[in-house]
Nanobody, 123 residues
Framework: QVTLVESGGGLVQSGGSLRLSCAAS????????VGWFRQIPGNEREFVAT????????YYADSVKGRFTCSRDNAKNTVYLQMNSLKPEDTAVYYC????????????????WGQGTQLTVSS
C-alpha cells in the first residue's frame, strides 16, 4: 500500500511560481511512476505531467509544456511539480497518483491517489 500526500498549494499571482510536493509513505515510491492531474469542480480530471520511476522519462500536457517541470527524489520518497509563469487558468485542485506499471497520461492507469492540494492563481 502507498499513501500519497500533496502539499505546497496556495495563492499566487499571475506570472508567479510555486512548487508542489507529493510525499509517499507505506512503501518506497522508487519503482512507481507518478502522475500529476488537476480538476476544476464540474470538469473531468485533467492530465498535467508524469514521470517514470527512474526519472528518465517525462511527459507533459500541451497546456503546461515549457512552464511546468516534474522531478523526483527517490531517496526522499518525494515527487515535485515546479510550476512557473502561472496563469489564472491553472487554478484547480492538484492531485498526484502512483502507477506501478509505467508512466502514463491516462488516469485509469493509476492505482494510488492523494487527497489533492488547492492552487489559486489571481489576475
Amino acid at each position: 500500500q502507498v499513501t500519497l500526500v500533496e502539499s505546497g498549494g496556495g495563492l499566487v499571482q499571475s506570472g508567479g511560481s510555486l512548487r508542489l510536493s507529493c510525499a509517499a509513505s507505506g512503501r518506497t515510491i522508487e519503482r512507481y511512476a507518478v502522475g500529476w492531474f488537476r480538476q476544476i469542480p464540474g470538469n473531468e480530471r485533467e492530465f498535467v505531467a508524469t514521470i517514470s520511476w527512474s526519472g528518465v522519462h517525462t511527459y507533459y500536457a500541451d497546456s503546461v509544456k515549457g512552464r511546468f517541470t516534474c522531478s523526483r527524489d527517490n531517496a526522499k520518497n518525494t515527487v515535485y511539480l515546479q510550476m512557473n509563469s502561472l496563469k489564472p487558468e491553472d487554478t484547480a485542485v492538484y492531485y498526484c497518483a502512483a502507477n506501478g506499471r509505467d508512466y502514463s497520461a491516462n488516469p485509469r492507469d493509476y492505482v494510488y491517489w492523494g487527497q489533492g492540494t488547492q492552487l489559486t492563481v489571481s489576475s
